[in-house]
C-alpha cells in the first residue's frame, strides 16, 4: 500500500513536471538538502529555449518589484503541512450543508485546499485590510523558515494548539508600509488563483492607499490581458469638507478573469429596467445620418435584419415614412420594421451605427410596448441599481440581525455583495471570501439562493482576531471575529427562511456550514521525516493523541482532493468505525485491532480508495493477507495507508 503525504500541494515540485514535458532536456539531477537526489532545472539550458537574447544583470527591464517578493512568491508556492479539523458543535447541520466556514491564517487554509479545489471555485471576493495607516496585517516573516515563524509568531502555544493573533498593526511609521502589505497579499492571491476556475472572476474591495499597487500586482498574478474592470463606488457623503469639488468617498473594486477568453460575467439581469434603449441617444437623426436605419424584426424567429435604407436628401423632413423606404418582401415572410421614431419632434437615430448593430446584434433583445416594439441592450461595464448607491453600508443590516448592539466595523451590505455573485456566479457555483470578516458574503449567497432557486456553495476563511474589548462586539460577547460571522449566518440563515416561508422549495434552501479550524498537521513529525529518528522512535504512535478519527479523516479528503463538504456517513462494521466519504468514494477506517473480517466487508463496498492506519492491523495475518483480499473483492481499489 502506498503511505499518504498529508501535506499540501508541492507546486514547485508540479512546476518541475510541467517544464519537463515542454523541455525534458532543461530537467536534471541533483543533491537535494537531505542527501537524496531530487528533479532540478537547468536554467541555462532553460533560458536557451526560451529566447535567444537573455536580459543580462542590471539590464533595464519594465517591472514591479518591492523588498521580499521573491521571498513572498516562495512562501506562496510551498507546501503546508497544516490541516483542517471539523467542529460539529459549532456547525449548522454538518451533515448534509455544502457550506464551508473555516478559522486560520488564510495563507495556510488557502494552501490546504489548493489540491482539493484546484480549478473549481468560480467566483473569489475579498475585502483585505486597505492598509490606511492603523490597518492588521498577516504577520508573514521572510527571515525565518515556516517553522521557526510559527514557534515564535504566536501562531500556537505550547500545546501546539492555534493562538487567535498571528497580525501586527501596520502604521505609516513603518518604514516597510507599502513592502508589508504587499508581502501580506501577493502569496495569498497567487495561491488563490489556482483556485479558479477557468472561466471564474476575483472582485477585490480595496481603498485608495494601495489600489495602484494592487493594480499592479494583479496585471502580474492574474495578467494584465485578463483585468476587466476597475468599479468606483461611492461610500456615502463627501469627505472633502465644505466647498471641496473632488470627490473623495470612494473606494474601488477590482475584477480580473482567470482567462478573459472564457470568463463570461453574468450582467443580464431578469428585469427589464436592467436595459437601455437603442434608441436614448443625445441627438436627433440630423446630427449623424449614419445611425439612421430599420432593423427589420420577426416575432416568431426573433430574427432581426438591420437595413440602411433612408434618403439622405429628406433628412430635414420630418415624417418616417417619407425619408425610409420600406421593404415589402422582408413584411410579406413576418418582418416588422422597427426605427428611431420621434423625439422632440424631429426624428431620432439609434445609439450605434449598423456596423456596430452587425457585431453586437447577440446583444440585442426586443421588448414589446403597447404593441410597439423597442430594441434594447444591457448597459456595457457594471451598472448596478439605483438603489445600490450606497450600497457598502451593512451596519444596518447587522443591526437587525443582533439588535441595538452593532458588533462589527464597517460591514459591506448584502445587497453589494449580492450584486457582484449574481454577475460573477452561476447558479451552482462554488463562492470563496478568504477575508470574510462578518460573513457578508455567506449572506448575500443565501440571500441570492432563496430569490432564484440557486444551490451555490459558499467557503469562508476567517483569522480568529480577537475583538477589541472596549468594542461593542466584544461587549455583546463576542471574543473573536469569527464568532461574530458564524453566527451572522445563523441568524440570517433563519431568517431568510422566514421570510421566504411561503415560497416553493424554500425547505430545500441550504443554510447550514461545516466549521473547520486551521491546526498543525494530525501527525507527529516521525511520519513526515523518518530518517530523522532512531529506529526505536520509529516504532512511537505517528497521530497526534488528542486527533479523532474525524479529525484524520479531514485530513485524508484534503490529501486525496475530495471536496470537504462531501456526504459523510459513518457506521460500524465488524465492531470498527468505518467513515464512508461520498458514496463509498472513500473508505477509511482508524481504529486499532481491525480484523480480516473486518477488512472483507469493507473490500466488498468497493470503494474507489481505502485508507487506514499502519497501526490498525489486529495481527500480521492481517497484513499478509490485506491486499489478497482487495484483489479478490475490490480489485480497482486505492489502498493507502497512514
Not at 21 to 34: H, S
Not at 234 to 240: D, F, H, V
Not at 631 to 637: E, G, L, N
Request: one cysteine or more; hydrophobic letters at 35%.
Amino acid at each position: 500500500m502506498d503511505k499518504l503525504k498529508m501535506q499540501s500541494l508541492d507546486v514547485v515540485g508540479s512546476n518541475i513536471e510541467k517544464i519537463q514535458q515542454l523541455f525534458p532536456n532543461c530537467v536534471t539531477e541533483r543533491l537535494g538538502k537531505d542527501g537524496k537526489p531530487e528533479l532540478a532545472i537547468d536554467f541555462e539550458k532553460l533560458q536557451a529555449e526560451l529566447s535567444a537574447e537573455i536580459i543580462g544583470e542590471g539590464e533595464e527591464r519594465y517591472q514591479f518589484t518591492w523588498p521580499d517578493k521573491r521571498a513572498a512568491n516562495r512562501l506562496a508556492n510551498t507546501p503546508t503541512t497544516m490541516t483542517l479539523r471539523p467542529c460539529r458543535e459549532e456547525s449548522v447541520d454538518f451533515d448534509h450543508t455544502q457550506n464551508l466556514y473555516i478559522e486560520g491564517d488564510n495563507l495556510d487554509v488557502l494552501k490546504a485546499l489548493r489540491e482539493t479545489y484546484l480549478g473549481k471555485v468560480k467566483m473569489i471576493y475579498i475585502d483585505p485590510p486597505y492598509n490606511t495607516g492603523n490597518d492588521f496585517v498577516y504577520n508573514d516573516d521572510f527571515a525565518q523558515s515556516r517553522d521557526a515563524f510559527e514557534e515564535t509568531s504566536g501562531l500556537f502555544d505550547e500545546e501546539g494548539n492555534q493562538t487567535i493573533d498571528p497580525m501586527q498593526r501596520n502604521t505609516e511609521s513603518n518604514g516597510r508600509f507599502h513592502t508589508d502589505w504587499l508581502n501580506m497579499i501577493y502569496p495569498r492571491l497567487k495561491v488563490a488563483r489556482d483556485l479558479l476556475t477557468d472561466d471564474g472572476v476575483i472582485f477585490i474591495s480595496i481603498g485608495d492607499a494601495e489600489i495602484n499597487n494592487l493594480h499592479k500586482l494583479c496585471n502580474e498574478v492574474y495578467g494584465e490581458s485578463n483585468f476587466i474592470a476597475k468599479i468606483v463606488i461611492i461610500t456615502g457623503a463627501n469627505q472633502a469638507g465644505e466647498g471641496v469639488l473632488i470627490q473623495k468617498n470612494i473606494e474601488y473594486v477590482l475584477c480580473y478573469g482567470k482567462n478573459i477568453i472564457q470568463t463570461t460575467i453574468n450582467r443580464v439581469d431578469k428585469t427589464e429596467e436592467s436595459w437601455r434603449n437603442l434608441n436614448d441617444a443625445p441627438s436627433s437623426l440630423v446630427t449623424r445620418p449614419d445611425m439612421g436605419y430599420t432593423i427589420y424584426y420577426n416575432p416568431k424567429t426573433e430574427e432581426m435584419l438591420p437595413v440602411y435604407d433612408y434618403d439622405k436628401a429628406k433628412l430635414n423632413l420630418n415624417d418616417e415614412d417619407e425619408v425610409y423606404s420600406t421593404d415589402l418582401d422582408l413584411i410579406k415572410k413576418g418582418f416588422i420594421p422597427v426605427r428611431p421614431g420621434k423625439r422632440n419632434g424631429s426624428l431620432h437615430r439609434w445609439r450605434w451605427g449598423i456596423e456596430t448593430f452587425k457585431k453586437r446584434i447577440s446583444e440585442i433583445k426586443m421588448f414589446s410596448t403597447k404593441g410597439d416594439f423597442i430594441p434594447k441592450f444591457m448597459q456595457g461595464g457594471f451598472n448596478p441599481p439605483k438603489n445600490y448607491h450606497n450600497f457598502p453600508g451593512g451596519a444596518s443590516e447587522l443591526k437587525l440581525l443582533f439588535g441595538e448592539k452593532i458588533p462589527f466595523d464597517y460591514p459591506k451590505g448584502v445587497s453589494f455583495l449580492k450584486y457582484f455573485v449574481s454577475i460573477g456566479s452561476e447558479t451552482d457555483s462554488i463562492i470563496l471570501d478568504f477575508f470574510s470578516g462578518s460573513a457578508t458574503t455567506a449572506h448575500a449567497v443565501m440571500q441570492l439562493n432563496a430569490e432564484d432557486g440557486g444551490n451555490r456553495k459558499f467557503i469562508m476563511v476567517q483569522l480568529p482576531e480577537k475583538t477589541d474589548e472596549k468594542s461593542e462586539a466584544y461587549k455583546a460577547g463576542y471574543k473573536n471575529i469569527c464568532e461574530i460571522g458564524k453566527e451572522r449566518i445563523r441568524r440570517a440563515g433563519r431568517k431568510i427562511k422566514e421570510e421566504n416561508k411561503d415560497k416553493e422549495g424554500i425547505e430545500k434552501l441550504d443554510i447550514g456550514f461545516r466549521v473547520l479550524k486551521l491546526d498543525t498537521s494530525n501527525m507527529e513529525d516521525v511520519y513526515y521525516t523518518p530518517q530523522e529518528f532512531t529506529p526505536q522512535l520509529l516504532f512511537n504512535e505517528n497521530v497526534k493523541a488528542d486527533r479523532t478519527g474525524e479529525d484524520l479523516l479531514f485530513q485524508v479528503m484534503l490529501d486525496l482532493g475530495i471536496e470537504l463538504s462531501a456526504k459523510i456517513e459513518t457506521r460500524q462494521i465488524a465492531g470498527k468505525t468505518v467513515h464512508i466519504v461520498d458514496d463509498n468514494y472513500l473508505v477509511a477506517c482508524f481504529d486499532r485491532d481491525v480484523t480480516e473480517a473486518a477488512i472483507k466487508e469493507i473490500a466488498q463496498l468497493h470503494p474507489v480508495y481505502f485508507v487506514m492506519r499502519d497501526a490498525s492491523a489486529a495481527n500480521d495475518n492481517v497484513i499478509d493477507n490485506f491486499e489478497q483480499i482487495f484483489r479478490h473483492y475490490s480489485t480497482d481499489t486505492n489502498c493507502k495507508i497512514l
